[in-house]
């Protein structure tokens, strides 16, 4: 016991050290501009002292947490994860950059933490139904976990991004294209990934409902080229947010006209490539919500749709934890983008995607831990300075 007193002591010097530093944000460019150049020893370099930069600056925020549920199973578990892979990025610390075995290692290391923390979104989201499942959550509770889990999803993201580059570059991860650098995509055909995304989300719509609706893309390149539409970015992530966005679109309208014998209205796909902004509409005719929920479409502790089975892991569900929608603005967020919601009561919904254009301006977004931090989990946000009249 006194021996895992002292380690766990080590381990929080160590945290409390390397969240004094301020995470490097970095953009696609500088992404682009190394791997096109790639030196694993310079990578290793960097990836040892900013890692544990970036996850001692979340990890910092765990004990920002309300007890109740910091103390839930699944909360804990996760903080375990990233102890153990905060420390075995740490084993780095001082060995030589210029043996390869060491750099094999490294990056063998890099795949065993990405590895562990695949399951983490769910975790987390399994402890935040374990303390709505043992006890009331107040409005302070709510708004705690809600900043939270911004800021640690958002972490995650930046983080699986410089394991996944560095693995794509220099270990056994193959790139998805023969042209990517690493995981980015410097010819990223937005129409194809879009079209992917729909093709995967209708095959679980068919599935689920024996049905499913039509797709139809219109596209507007105002470059002077006016060609295919095509970015700077990371295939996966443009997939994941509109492959997200797909399933919320064909759930809607599928269970909105069930009952017609009518054939479903399609859903339709604008892009447009503009000079600092690449905007990805998909609207819908599935009944839209009321602007009294729209808020709560982004609440990590909201959801339309019913629980999944925990012990399901045949199949991905149409819907799921509630997750989709913040999870899918992070990644549109994570390097200056932005997904916004639109909904119409009564006829449909807009879900717009904003990206940078231009890979430069493309800059990660990156949570950082300071003094600064507590207020904002004992402080919440609400109308103390207005007055709103009862209905009569």
Request: charged share 20%; net charge neutral; hydrophobic share 35%.
């Amino acid at each position: 016991m006194r021996v895992t007193n002292i380690l766990r002591s080590n381990v929080n010097v160590l945290l409390d050290y390397y969240s004094r530093f301020t995470p490097s944000a970095l953009s696609i460019k500088k992404f682009m501009d190394f791997g096109q150049h790639a030196c694993e020893e310079k990578s290793f370099l960097f990836l040892r002292k900013e890692l544990p930069v970036r996850l001692a600056n979340i990890m910092k925020e765990f004990s920002l947490l309300p007890e109740s549920l910091l103390h839930m199973p699944s909360v804990m578990t996760v903080q375990n994860w990233y102890l153990r892979s905060f420390e075995e990025i740490l084993a780095f610390e001082k060995v030589k950059a210029d043996q390869k075995k060491n750099l094999e290692d490294f990056c063998e290391a890099l795949i065993k933490i990405r590895n562990r923390h695949s399951n983490v979104v769910q975790t987390m989201a399994q402890g935040v139904i374990e303390l709505k499942e043992s006890e009331h959550v107040d409005t302070q509770t709510e708004h705690s976990t809600q900043y939270f889990l911004h800021r640690f999803y958002l972490s995650r993201i930046s983080i699986r991004m410089l394991i996944n580059q560095h693995a794509a570059l220099f270990g056994a991860d193959l790139p998805g294209h023969p042209r990517h650098i690493g995981c980015i995509d410097p010819n990223c055909d937005v129409t194809s990934v879009v079209q992917d995304a729909y093709e995967n989300a209708k095959f679980l719509c068919d599935q689920y409902y024996l049905q499913s609706p039509e797709m139809i893309i219109e596209t507007k390149n105002v470059d002077s080229s006016g060609g295919p539409i095509s970015i700077v970015y990371v295939p996966s992530h443009l997939y994941h947010m509109a492959f997200e966005l797909l399933k919320n679109s064909m759930r809607a309208v599928v269970e909105q006209h069930q009952d017609s014998r009518e054939t479903l209205p399609p859903i339709k796909i604008l892009l447009v490539k503009g000079k600092e902004d690449l905007t990805i509409k998909i609207s819908d005719c599935g009944g839209g919500i009321s602007r009294s929920l729209t808020d709560n479409l982004f609440l990590y502790m909201y959801s339309t749709a019913p629980r999944p089975s925990v012990s399901n892991n045949d199949s991905t569900p149409l819907a799921g934890y509630g997750y989709g929608l913040p999870l899918s603005r992070l990644y549109a967020r994570y390097l200056q983008g932005d997904l916004v919601v639109c909904s119409y009561e009564g006829y449909g919904t807009d879900a717009i995607i904003y990206l940078k254009v231009l890979s430069n301006e493309a800059n990660e977004v990156l949570p950082v831990f300071n003094r600064a931090s507590s207020k904002h989990y004992k402080t919440h946000a609400g109308t103390h300075d207005y007055q709103i009249g009862n209905s009569i």
